[in-house]
T-cell receptor, first 110, second 114 residues
Framework: EDQVTQSPEALRLQEGESSSLNCSYT??????LFWYRQDPGKGPEFLFT???AGEEKEKERLKATLTKKESFLHITAPKPEDSATYLC???????????FGSGTRLQVQP | DAGVTQSPTHLIKTRGQQVTLRCSPK?????VSWYQQALGQGPQFIFQ???????QRGNFPDRFSGHQFPNYSSELNVNALLLGDSALYLC?????????????FGSGTRLTVV
């Protein structure tokens, strides 16, 4: 059974204070690891797909990295508008479903 | 370009009743997946529809059923509602490039069972 664990559950940062979110996963045959952002009252919004260990993707202040057991979402010099819940999910080979973690609630204070 | 549209946005039902939730996928998408998201948790996969057939199902009882129409829109039906069915129900649409471009989620239907 695919499993995803995210830490920390919640994170409060000052504007400009860089940090990382962790996603540990187990999956039999990784099809892809996905990062989504979810704002209150909205559905998740796609950020990145990572396919293999060593891969990195960047978007503005966000950078996602992948190892064989973990993925990290690095947030550089965050702004208040980066406040959201960040969800990590894995897709297994031959399976349509995504298995999501419980997310990290990020709050960036001005 | 409209994204994924879900209706209704909020719904209150009584235990034992039945409910139907609706989803219109993003233009150009032919696959619809349904997820249940409890408060403070990540979304849980219910099932996926493609070409009007259920392609895969998650670990949900038969009380949860669905349908996809020729225009790719979809319905989620839940029978014999339980208090534990209270959650945000998310519809996600995709094309065959879902892994590269991700799923597009709607804003969800908030179901409260009393």
């Amino acid at each position: 059974e695919d499993q995803v664990t995210q830490s920390p559950e919640a994170l409060r940062l000052q504007e400009g204070e860089s940090s990382s979110l962790n996603c540990s996963y187990t999956v039999s045959g990784l099809r892809g690891l996905f990062w989504y952002r979810q704002d209150p009252g909205k559905g998740p919004e796609f950020l990145f797909t990572l396919y293999s260990a060593g891969e990195e993707k960047e978007k503005e202040r966000l950078k996602a990295t992948l190892t064989k057991k973990e993925s990290f979402l690095h947030i550089t010099a965050p702004k208040p508008e980066d406040s959201a819940t960040y969800l990590c999910a894995v897709g297994g080979t031959g399976r349509r479903a995504l298995t999501f973690g419980s997310g990290t609630r990020l709050q960036v204070q001005p | 370009d409209a994204g994924v549209t879900q209706s209704p946005t909020h719904l209150i039902k009584t235990r034992g009743q039945q409910v139907t939730l609706r989803c219109s996928p993003k233009s150009g998408h032919d696959t619809v997946s349904w997820y249940q998201q409890a408060l403070g948790q990540g979304p849980q996969f219910i099932f996926q529809y493609y070409e009007e057939e259920e392609r895969q199902r998650g670990n949900f009882p038969d009380r949860f059923s669905g349908h996809q129409f020729p225009n790719y829109s979809s319905e989620l039906n839940v029978n014999a509602l339980l208090l534990g069915d209270s959650a945000l129900y998310l519809c996600a649409s995709s094309s065959n490039l879902a892994d590269r471009y991700g799923y597009t989620f709607g804003s969800g239907t908030r179901l409260t069972v009393v």
